[in-house]
């Protein structure tokens, strides 16, 4: 089960913090992806973590690269998106989704996530 909370409403070049807190049959270092989808436009990645070499491995689409970050919390098993200086293009639902516990690697299909939180509203005014 996937809780996302955060976003909202806020002004360019404002920033806004989601999270995604995993429970039940998970694993202690869930793999998640944040995708968004815009009115009209399909739904697109974001970022995502994922384990790979022993250690976190992380995604930033190059639309958000230099101002969105993705982490764990303590827990590992919440992932917060950081998203600053935010555009009005960066208006969308924002989902998480996790992978299955046997698929530790993160990936960029949403067709590769099972489980996906409720989606969140991320608005943006110029």
């Given at each position: 089960q996937l809780e996302q909370s955060?976003?909202?409403f806020v002004q360019a070049g404002g920033s806004l913090r989601l999270s995604c807190a995993a429970s039940g049959r998970?694993?202690?270092?869930?793999t998640i992806g944040w995708f968004r989808q815009a009115p009209g436009k399909?739904?697109?990645?974001?970022?995502?973590?994922?384990?790979?070499?022993?250690?976190?491995q992380t995604f930033l689409d190059?639309?958000?690269?230099d101002r969105f970050t993705i982490s764990r919390d303590n827990l590992a098993?919440?992932?917060i998106l950081q998203m600053n200086n935010l555009n009005p293009d960066d208006t969308a639902v924002y989902y998480c989704a996790a992978?299955?516990?046997?698929?530790?690697?993160?990936?960029?299909?949403e067709s590769e996530y099972t489980y996906w939180g409720q989606g969140t509203q991320v608005t943006v005014s110029s």
């Open positions: 955060g976003g909202g998970t694993s202690s270092r869930p399909e739904r697109e990645i974001v970022a995502a973590i994922g384990m790979a070499w022993g250690g976190d190059p639309s958000v690269k098993t919440t992932v992978r299955r516990v046997s698929e530790p690697a993160y990936a960029l299909s």
